[in-house]
């Protein structure tokens, strides 16, 4: 989505396009890095109610780029945490994965597997709108991520989910062509949990997700 348009979105009250909108100004992909502007903009989603937003006002705060003077309004004004619509009690949710990939017909492909097996599925084509689509989606459960992906490739990626703290509890897959052991390494020191090396067949890819959410317990 063209910067433009979050930004007419972020004005309208959309949260999601606020908390995107902060992750670039944060990060500085295809922009000037600004902590300020990306301060306006978690200060607008903490004022809807979006936890994430307050968490990385907190996360700001504590890192010495802004100061306390943003977490004043939202201290005071922020609603309490908002009830979820998504589940009922003794109903079931589906785990919710997210694939990203550049290759729309693999990803489809996959997607469908997926899907297919019971999940819910999200898709995202490069690297900034994967870590917008985490931002949007906190209940996710596992993402799925190619390393050669546009904008932030999928090792980059993780290091922003990393450095942002998202989705800190969900597990996650690096499926790609790459094998060669420096990378593994790499990938090894940012705690994603499998590598599978393409062409992955159905069997495994399902084998694989459903072993990883039945983990209880991280490994690295």
Sequence with gaps: MAEADLETKAAAGDTEAQ??????YEIGIEREQDYRKAAQYWQMAA?????LAVDKLNLLLEEGK?????????????????????????MEIAPKILMADEDEEL????????????Y????????EEAVQKVMANPDLRLIITDVKIPKLNGLQFVKTLRRLSLAESARIIVMTAYSQPALIAEGKKLAIDSWL?????????LETVKR?????????
């Design 107 to 118: 990803r489809e492909m996959m997607s469908d597997v997926l899907q297919q097996a019971g």
């Design 212 to 220: 990883l959410l039945e983990r209880k317990n991280h490994v690295a």
């Design 66 to 90: 802004i100061e306390a003077s943003w977490l004043d309004l939202v201290t005071k004004e922020s609603p309490g945490p908002q009830p979820s619509h998504e589940s009922r009690p003794g």
């Design 19 to 24: 908390c995107s909108l902060a992750f670039l």
């Design 197 to 205: 090396v393409k062409p992955v067949c159905q069997e495994t890819l």
């Design 120 to 127: 819910r599925v999200i898709q995202a084509l490069n690297g």
């Design 47 to 51: 004022h809807a109610g979006r936890q």
